[in-house]
């Protein structure tokens, strides 16, 4: 078929454009050959004549179908030609957000301006192991790629990131380093990769800054080679950098800025240890400030500051050389500040006291005056002498300058140093991947030196891409032997030649800059008369003399001459060099020192088995001479020249950065830019080359699959090779369009659009026919259905109508009935009205005649009172007058008395005779006092001595006494009380007497107080009845209220109920699954570390899988001592040779997973606990209310023993103190009145006993009735009305005790004379006063108990009005609230109090559990003991002579053997023995297959029984940790085989089991049998080793996952996704080069059919081995989840999955899953859940995406998939035929904006490494271990049954 002939109407085409490059027609009109012109209709509808070319009649290009639009490779294109390129890159950008493109072996990336979640761990996984093709484009993709050819090839491997400032070639590289640096490791101590990745902060902080184009420029290139070992681990890295942009230094253009560092310093300078620094704002200093833009948004100097410093620390740069190197940035600031003046035309002179030359002197440690001299002047050498030359102020400041570039170089060739010598190692490089992030081509309006050169090595590695490129065309062809023909590329090498070869621009100017008076000028004159006639690429300016035009690969660039000579010399002046060598700074001298002194940082490369190449230039061995020998330009062509034959040396990987627009707005496409950047970076070339062949290229399966359509039936043929020749022969007519290779078809460009057309409209004629046929069928059914609803209606319109009719008669009859019974109702009611009238006025009027005759009584009986108490008050009255009357004339008569006496007293006193007798004899005795007062002095002298010496002894004797006189005071004491005691009862007897005459009076008055009490009582229960009335009303209110919205709270209650214990237990999977991860960590710590060892013990040899030596049979309980004890012995071998910090932070990395370990066991028992009190919450409630019930009646009960038991203790008293007072006094008189008393007294004690009796009877009935009555009625009403009820019949009971006991008494009366003759009067007198009082005193205690109870009650009462105002106020805010606030707030308040309550009481109820099983273990171990012990003594007791008269015992032999203990004995020696032949060396497939399923686990614990029973702790201790540690080694030798895992999993378990069943708890022994109790653990708790059983169990389960995942990880992709089980469903679209190149070659293609056979084989062996089968469960839950996972995570990043067709093969294949688990009975496993996002994303693929509708039913029925999945999918989603429609990008933003809300996860892909907690439920065996036999083929005859 003709090209021509493709252009007919309807035909899309691609026409230039100036704003657009290219723009999209469509022909209107057939295209006719000769036609001068093509009739067009643009886009936008408009129409368009667009003229073809008079000489050369090329047409269009030809735009590509639809479906091949967004493809993955460019090379999939049908046309391939630079606008299919640019519209298939911005179709990806704009419209699906991909910014990475295949281009053949080229990966293109678009700078998106924006961070995007595509460069996750998650994403990094899901690339390793994949092959390029299979996955969507991404730089992980490329790494891959590269790390599998080296691997795969064992060649070492380059990954090229090109592309022109602010495309995102840095950070391009970073991801690249990153994914090596996650999927390899690292094979040293260290962590190596961490270093590898923190060198990128470093090298960003010094060498790059922001432009115009980039806010994060690199300014150099950069070749980092990352090293591997043998085992293709990280060990090391090295960085070579190229053409520093030392001129940033010291000069910025507009909006840019110098190097980060220095703005990173500036910015912390107020931290402490910057003051020294003297720095400031970056204002303030020029060489930060010339590009004026010293701040760039949304970056913070400080925190990068942070970063950068730690990043020095993680490389072994400590915190002395940091500050050093922030020194000398600094000191580079100061000096651009330093100011220069002119001092005369010819010299010039830097003010004195200059602060900033001051600052730098101080900072680098060099003098002030050297510096001010030098830099100011400089010194001319001549062959006969020197002189010192002064500098003008121009020169001057030049060579500040130049000595500030010439510092930051040292800095920063000495900082790359340092670098490659903390990423050196000295383990042997195996091979290395290199990854160069480098300058793309550059043009400016003005270029210069430097973009000379970055244009150079472009040229230079565009020339070895074209080869490459070439040679893979070459290659593939051959590889498919087609027919080879030449094809023409563009060869850039007279570009090259220009540039260096001889004679060539760079060799030119390196002769000018040795001539002595070299110029600029004189250089462009070179250069014009070397090139510009011989040379067609060489060019000049017309309008300038002083630049000259190159014309490159990409475009012509024109470089201006100036400052070429000065660039490629860079000298500085040698003096300054000098001052700065003889600086007291040690680091600027290490800067400074001469190349062979300095230390090298590829010294130790010899250890690593290959020469590195430095990274400085090389120098010239003069040193004595000038700094520099070689020129700029020199030494970066040597550079470059060892760069391009290290890259020839590996094999090279593309990637091209593009910058989308140059004003870094995210997702925004300028095509101008585009093009000028593919067209520079070769991508076009690739397409040309690609073109010129046959760029579209086809399997025959594909080709056969995709093109069925266009086949006949006859045309297939079993042979499909042969039958795609056939139909290709016969659809293609011209053989030049294609052409058979082995196993691809090759096409030219345009055939497979063309055969797409084909398709396309066979496709369209079947579906015309398709809808002819359905829409016949839809409008016969349609009309059906018409006819068919109007007979129906007619039919109901005459049954209404019928039944209308019969409605009305029916209500005529009811409507007269009605009447006639609500007549008679008026009647009957009118007559009731009035009989009820009559009846109440007769009752008023009786009530009022009789309440009219009780006031009249009442007032009568009143009045008598009245007069009777008057007429007593007038006596008392009058009595007292009389009596004061008298007393007060006693009172007068005495006081005339006396006055009378003092009158003859005082005149006796006055009269002199008196006194002269008083006085009389006076004088005589004041002398004789006198004189006795001075003997008495003497005395007193002399006495006191003696009382000195006699007061100790006095002080002793008085105590003596003074204790004697109390114990005497006491005795008197006690003599008094039993005086006083015996006066009292004397008394008392009379007092007897007394009262008993007024007993009469007192039972009237009790009488009368007891109908008073009855009468208030009775008023009060009304009142009570009242308020109890009220309350009911209340309370009915309430509950009217509550009703209202019982309904809606008990939902929303059960809602929460139902969310909380969902959060409960998805709290404690997310705990059990962080505990299951910290022992994944630890086992893989543990591995490590037996590595670590196995490498110390035999340095120079690998050692086997086996963790131990061949000598098995030495193994003992010691053996973890013995290891550790080599470990430490290795460890000291090892610091000869290696670095120890790896053991010791394994060490402590061990010992925090074990404290977290622990933390986070605790964690999850408090979740239990916590999960447990909410299910127990019920049964807390029901046993806290009956414990209080309970309570309050044992309360009581010990409250009236309490008092019985004092009362008892009193009379015990009172009767021997009596006893003995009767017997000291036998002779007094009225002795035997005491006995009598005693008798009395006895009697009243009995009597109490009875009456105590009967009050716990009527409180016993008291309690019951309470009891009863609460089920009836509420607790406040229940507990007033019988606390009353219950108080009024005590009372009247025990009045009416009262009242036949005074009846008695009164029957006594008229034999009171014969009493009183025989003396029996006065003892029944006495009997009958005690019981009085004993009555009256129980009388009045239940009268104050009444009391209390009723007040009690009152208060209850209060309480209970209280509760309910406060409900009503709580009630009444929450309707306030709106009704989901409202629920919530009542809910929280009764949740947090049931909560508080139900938590103490847990806490209590626990303590209380955990004691009582303490108790029945202690128990338990006594009895069996003591059981022993009886038994022993019992066989002890039995006599030899009895023992040898029994014959019988013989026979009793072998019933005896036969009656086991379920228990195995060994010898310890043979222990060793017993591990080695049951867990080392048994084989699942051999011996276990025919065993008894778990049957090592049993021979185990019966061993371990037998340890426990002869209560041997050592032997229990090395018996479980042989068997842990024997697992550990068998799991690590055979880890990657299932059924090993399997089995010992299976083991693990039931020996777990085994553990619990017989541990003798309560909980494990319910199941058990009374034999299997008797078997039970009796000496030793072994809960603790249960636990790390458990966690070896997690382990092996663990284990189990991962190998499963290893051999289902292969097979799920293929057979979920690519595999067409439903033939003819799919339909394969065009793929490109990638999908030729794989890494791996193809293994077979596997099947759902593989999947389900690989699934049984799982199964089956799990119940083979005895597996529990709710852990079967759980294996299979996480199988599914496994496939589930990794089958979305292929689907979200392989666009060519993405639909219709390959959704429903998905559903179609979940299906068959779904199957399977109903056959073998899972489907309540859980695992059908998992697959529920990949049954969502597949629906997703096949529902409509055009409405608002369509958008809302995405949104309610995706609720699995997370937003960025939803998103992902609808981007991706791709037509692969053309009656598809895309999604819009609108329909894409309707969904994100009704999801935003969703709280999800953000994280795109999910997690396949994720395994869910898992939990070993309790499996009790029934079978007996009596029952065992040990099979011979164990070798196990050492043992022996017991």
């Not at 479906?67 to 704009?94: C, M, Q, W």
């Amino acid at each position: 078929m003709a090209a021509s002939e493709l252009y007919t109407k309807s035909a899309r085409v691609w026409i230039p454009d100036v704003e657009e490059v290219w723009k999209s027609a469509e022909l209107t009109k057939d295209y006719k050959n000769g036609d001068a012109s093509l009739q067009l209709m643009l886009e936008d509808g408009s129409n368009l004549e667009h003229k073809l070319d008079p000489k050369t009649k090329n047409l269009p290009y030809l735009r590509n179908p639809d479906i091949l639009v967004g493809e993955n490779d460019l090379t999939a294109l049908s046309y391939l030609h630079e606008p299919a390129v640019l519209h298939n890159l911005k179709v990806r950008f704009i419209d699906s957000k991909l910014i990475y493109t295949y281009c053949g072996i080229v990966l293109v990336a678009i700078n998106p301006y924006e961070t995007l979640p595509i460069y996750g761990t998650d994403i990094i996984n899901a690339y390793s192991g994949q092959n390029m093709g299979d996955m969507d484009p991404h730089i992980f993709a490329v790494a891959e790629e590269a790390y599998k050819q080296m691997a795969r090839d064992e060649r070492n491997q380059s990954i090229i990131v090109s592309g022109e400032s602010g495309a995102g070639k840095t950070v391009s590289a970073k991801y690249a380093m990153r994914y090596f640096a996650t999927v390899s490791g690292s094979a040293s101590e260290a962590n190596v990769e961490e270093k590898v990745l923190a060198s990128n902060p470093i090298m960003e902080a010094i060498g790059n800054a922001k432009t115009t184009r980039n806010d994060n420029s690199s300014r150099f290139g950069k070749y980092i080679e990352i090293g591997f070992d043998n085992r293709y681990r990280i060990i090391g890295a090295n960085m070579r950098t190229y053409l520093l942009e030392k001129s940033r230094v010291v000069f910025q253009a507009d909006e840019e800025r110098n190097y980060h560092i220095f703005y990173q310093l500036c910015a912390s300078s107020h931290l402490p240890e910057f003051k020294k620094l003297k720095l400031s704002n970056a204002n303030d200093f020029v060489y930060t400030w010339q590009g004026r833009s010293p701040v760039i948004e949304g970056v913070d100097d400080t925190k990068e500051l942070c970063s950068t410093r730690r990043a020095f620390s993680l490389l072994g740069i400590n915190e002395s050389y940091q500050m050093g190197l922030f020194q000398v940035l600094a000191a580079i600031l100061h000096l651009g500040n330093v100011e220069i003046k002119d001092k005369d035309s010819d010299s010039s002179i830097i003010p004195s006291n200059n602060n900033h030359l001051t600052a730098f002197c101080e900072l680098v440690g060099v003098t002030y005056e050297d510096m001010t001299q030098w830099l100011c002047h400089r010194k001319l050498k001549t062959a006969t002498e020197t002189y010192v030359k002064t500098l003008p102020r121009l020169q001057a400041t030049n060579a500040r300058d130049a000595l500030a570039k010439h510092i930051y170089a040292k800095l920063f060739n000495w900082i790359v140093e340092h670098v490659n010598k903390a990423l050196i190692t000295n383990i042997k490089q195996h091979s290395f991947i290199g990854v160069l992030d480098i300058y793309g081509f550059e043009t400016f309006e003005i270029n210069s030196f430097e973009q000379f050169c970055i244009n150079y090595a472009n040229e230079k590695l565009q020339q070895q891409f074209n080869m490459h490129v070439f040679k893979l065309e070459q290659e593939e062809y051959m590889k498919e032997q087609i027919p080879w023909t030449l094809i023409d590329f563009y060869d850039n090498q007279p570009c090259i030649n220009l540039i260096e070869a001889k004679m060539g621009v760079l060799d030119l100017l390196d002769e000018e800059c040795r001539m002595p008076k070299g110029s600029d000028d004189s250089w462009a004159q070179k250069l014009y008369n070397t090139h510009l006639k011989t040379c067609s690429l060489f060019e000049k300016p017309r309008m300038s003399n002083r630049a000259f035009i190159i014309q490159h690969f990409a475009d012509k660039v024109e470089y201006q001459c100036e400052g070429f000579l000065a660039k490629n010399k860079d000298t500085v002046n040698e003096e300054q060099i000098k001052v700065l060598k003889a600086s007291k700074f040690d680091l600027l001298v290490e800067l400074f020192k001469d190349e062979e002194k300095a230390t090298s940082p590829m010294a130790p490369a010899g250890a690593g088995g290959r020469t590195r190449l430095s990274i400085k230039p090389d120098k010239s061995r003069d040193t004595s001479s000038k700094e520099h020998k070689k020129t700029v330009g020199c030494q970066f062509r040597n550079s470059l020249q060892m760069l391009m034959d290290t890259l020839n040396a590996t094999t090279p990987h593309y990637v091209r950065c593009i910058k989308p627009n140059d004003f870094k707005q995210a997702f925004s496409f300028d095509p101008k830019r585009a093009v000028q950047q593919l067209r520079a970076c070769g991508v076009l070339e690739t397409i040309r080359i690609s073109a010129a062949g046959f760029p579209s290229r086809w399997t025959y399966q594909e080709f056969f699959s995709r093109y069925r359509v266009l086949m006949k039936q006859k045309d297939v043929l079993p042979d499909k090779k042969l039958t795609c020749r056939n139909v290709l022969e016969k659809l293609v007519q011209d053989q030049d369009k294609y052409q058979f290779g082995k196993t691809k078809i090759f096409f030219r460009a345009g055939q497979v659009a063309y055969l797409e057309k084909l398709r396309a409209d066979k496709l369209r004629a079947a579906c015309i026919r398709i809808q002819k046929t359905i829409r016949c069928w839809l409008a016969r059914k349609k009309y059906l259905r018409m006819r068919s609803a109007a007979i129906t209606i007619q039919r109901f319109t005459r049954g209404y109508q019928a039944r209308c009719l019969a409605k009305f008669m029916r209500r005529t009859q009811a409507a007269t009935l009605i009447q006639k019974y609500q007549r008679m109702c008026v009647a009957r009611k009118r007559y009731r009205q009035k009989q009820a009238a009559a009846l109440a006025i007769q009752t008023i009027l009786r009530a009022y005649m009789a309440r009219q005759k009780y006031q009249a009584l009442l007032r009568e009986s009143k009045v008598v009172i009245i007069q009777k108490h008057a007429r007593g008050l007038l006596a008392r009255r009058w009595y007292k007058r009389c009596l004061h009357s008298i007393v007060y004339l006693q009172c007068c008569i005495r006081r005339m008395r006396a006055r009378r006496e003092l009158k003859k007293l005082k005149i006796e006193a006055r009269s002199v005779e008196h006194f002269k007798k008083l006085n009389k004899g006076m004088e005589n005795k004041i002398m004789q006092l006198q004189r006795r007062i001075d003997e008495q002095t003497k005395e007193n002298r002399t006495v006191n001595e003696k009382l000195v010496g006699l007061e100790s002894s006095y002080t002793t004797e008085s105590e003596r006494l003074r204790g004697e006189l109390g114990r005497l005071r006491g005795v008197e004491d006690d003599a008094k009380n039993k005086g006083n005691q015996l006066t009292s009862l004397l008394e008392e007897l009379e007092k007897l007497k007394k009262e008993l005459s007024t007993t009469q009076q007192e039972k009237k008055t009790i009488e009368d107080w007891a109908q008073t009490y009855r009468t208030e009582m009775e008023k009060m229960v009304s009142e009570l009845k009242d308020q109890n009335g009220s309350l009911k009303k209340e309370k009915d209110d309430l509950n009217r209220l509550i009703q209202e919205q019982s309904q809606q709270m008990t939902e929303k209650m059960a809602r929460t109920i139902a969310a909380e214990t969902q959060q409960l237990e998805k709290d404690l999977n997310e705990e059990r699954s962080r505990y299951q991860n910290l022992l994944t960590e630890h086992r893989r710590l543990e591995e490590k570390h037996d590595d670590l060892k196995e490498h110390i013990s035999k340095p120079g040899h690998r050692r086997t899988d086996s963790t131990h030596s061949s000598n098995e049979s030495e193994y003992t309980y010691n053996s973890e001592f013995a290891e550790s004890e080599e470990g430490s012995r290795a460890a000291e071998d090892l610091t000869r040779g290696m670095d120890t910090s790896l053991t010791l932070k394994l060490q402590k990395r061990l010992t925090e997973l074990e404290q977290e370990k622990q933390s986070l066991r605790n964690e999850l028992e408090n979740k239990e606990e916590q999960f447990q009190r909410a299910r127990a919450r019920d049964e807390t409630e029901f046993k806290k209310a009956r414990g209080a019930e309970l309570e309050y009646e044992s309360l009581k009960r010990q409250e009236l023993e309490s008092e019985n038991k004092k009362l008892k203790h009193n009379l015990a008293e009172m009767r021997k103190s009596l006893l003995g007072d009767a017997a000291a006094s036998s002779g007094a008189p009225g002795s035997p009145a005491y006995k009598v008393l005693l008798d009395q007294l006895n009697s009243s004690c009995e009597e109490l006993e009875v009456r105590k009796e009967e009050v716990l009877i009527l409180r016993s009935q008291l309690v019951s009735q309470k009891e009863a009555v609460q089920h009836k009625e509420t607790m406040t009403d229940v507990a007033v009305h019988v606390e009353d009820v219950s108080k009024l019949k005590d009372a009247d009971e025990l009045k009416q005790a009262y009242i036949g006991l005074k009846d008695t008494n009164r029957s006594t009366a008229p034999d009171v004379q014969k009493l009183n003759e025989d003396g029996e009067l006065w003892l029944v007198n006495q009997g009958l006063q005690e019981t009085i009082r004993l009555l009256e005193h129980q009388l009045q205690t239940q009268r104050r108990s009444y009391d209390s109870e009723v007040e009690s009650l009152r208060g209850e009462l209060q309480n209970v009005k209280e509760e309910n105002n406060r409900q009503q106020q709580l009630l009444a805010q929450n309707l306030q609230l709106p009704p989901e606030a409202r629920i919530e707030a009542s809910l929280q308040h009764e949740i947090t109090r049931l909560t508080n309550e139900n938590l103490d009481l847990m806490e209590q109820l626990e303590k209380q559990d955990r004691n009582i099983r303490k108790l029945k273990k202690q128990l338990k171990v006594y009895s069996k003991r003591i059981g022993e012990m009886g038994a022993g003594q019992a066989e002890g007791q039995t006599s030899p002579g009895q023992m040898v008269d029994e014959p019988i015992h013989p026979v009793n032999i072998p019933r005896r053997e036969k009656d086991f203990q379920g228990m195995l004995e060994y010898k310890k020696e043979d222990e060793l023995k017993l591990v080695k032949n049951l867990i080392i060396e048994l084989k699942p497939r051999g011996v276990a297959v025919n065993l008894i399923p778990g049957l090592p686990a049993y021979i185990l614990f019966m061993c371990l029984r037998h340890a426990d029973y002869v209560n041997d702790d050592q032997k229990v201790r090395t018996l479980l940790t042989s068997t842990i540690n024997s697992i550990k080694k068998i799991l690590k030798k055979r880890g990657d085989d299932f059924e090993t895992v399997s089995f010992w999993l299976a083991n693990t378990c039931r020996f777990l089991h085994c553990l619990k069943q017989y541990s003798g708890e309560e909980p494990f022994m319910t199941h058990n049998t009374s034999r299997q109790n008797e078997h039970c653990l009796s000496n030793f708790d072994l809960t603790e080793y249960r636990q790390v059983i458990s966690d070896l169990a997690i382990q092996i389960y663990q284990q189990l996952i991962k190998c499963m995942e290893n051999i289902l990880q292969p097979m799920i992709v293929s057979a979920m996704l690519e595999h067409e089980t439903i033939q003819g469903v799919s339909g394969v679209k065009p793929t490109g080069l990638r999908k030729r190149t794989s890494s791996i070659a193809d293994e077979g293609t596997y099947t759902l059919d593989s999947i389900l056979r690989q699934l049984n084989a799982f199964h089956s062996t799990m119940c083979q081995h005895g597996t529990d089968p709710e852990l079967i469960k759980q294996v299979v839950k996480q199988q599914f989840y496994i496939i589930g996972a990794v089958t979305l995570n292929n689907l979200l990043l392989r666009k060519d999955m993405c639909s219709w067709s390959k959704g429903m093969q998905i559903r179609y294949n979940v299906s068959q899953l779904e199957e399977w688990l109903r056959d073998k009975g899972l489907m309540v496993c859980g695992a059908k859940e998992t697959l529920e996002p990949l049954i969502q994303a597949a629906q997703l693929l096949q529902v409509k995406k055009k409405t608002d509708e369509d958008a809302e039913a995405i949104c309610s029925m995706c609720l699995a998939l997370t937003t960025a999945q939803i998103v992902k999918v609808l981007n991706l989603y791709t037509p692969v035929n053309e009656f598809e429609e895309r999604v819009s990008v609108a329909f894409i933003r309707t969904i994100q904006t009704r999801l935003r809300d969703r709280c999800v996860s953000p994280q795109l892909l999910m997690d396949t490494k994720m395994i869910y907690p898992i939990t070993f439920p309790f499996s009790p065996s029934s079978l007996a271990l009596e029952t065992i036999q040990i099979p011979g083929s164990l070798n196990l005859g050492f043992l022996t049954r017991v």
